[in-house]
């Protein structure tokens, strides 16, 4: 595989507010790296205020670079506030949660994680 350049104007933000996985508000979702890459999937995630993703685990890590604005992820100990610059690595297998929550702000992250990793929905 090639160098690929993938531009700004590459691709579509997508509303992803109705996915069982989110609630509380608004979120819209962008691939960053389509099928670029066979080893990383990378996406920028737009959380409206108030709005998350509910309980969940993956297959394979995940890490959270904070784009901009106040957020917080949890899990099972407790819960943290985020922002712009911050970076959270969530352990596969680890439940958790992550978005705009209670802070009253939106907040934007990017979300790393390999290729091919499964997200299970938890009933909190």
């Known amino acids: 595989m090639a160098l690929h350049i993938l531009k700004s104007d590459d691709g579509e933000t997508i509303e992803r507010t109705e996915l069982s996985i989110f609630e509380g508000g608004q979120v819209w979702g962008r691939s960053l790296t ?3 890459s066979e080893q990383v999937n990378a996406s920028v995630v737009h959380f409206g205020p108030g709005a ?3 309980w969940h685990r993956h297959t394979s890590d995940q890490i959270l670079y904070v784009l901009n604005g106040i957020g917080k992820v949890g899990d099972r100990e407790g819960e943290h506030v985020i922002s712009a610059g911050d970076c959270a690595v969530v352990p ?3 439940d ?4 705009a929550h209670d802070t ?3 907040m934007s992250h990017m979300t790393i994680m390999q290729a091919g990793s499964e997200t299970t929905v938890l009933d909190s």
Not at 96 to 99: D, L, N, R
């Open 34 to 36: 389509g099928s670029a």
């Open 52 to 54: 998350r993703a509910g």
């Open 96 to 99: 958790h949660w992550h978005g």
């Open 92 to 94: 596969a297998g680890e």
């Open 104 to 106: 009253d702000s939106p």
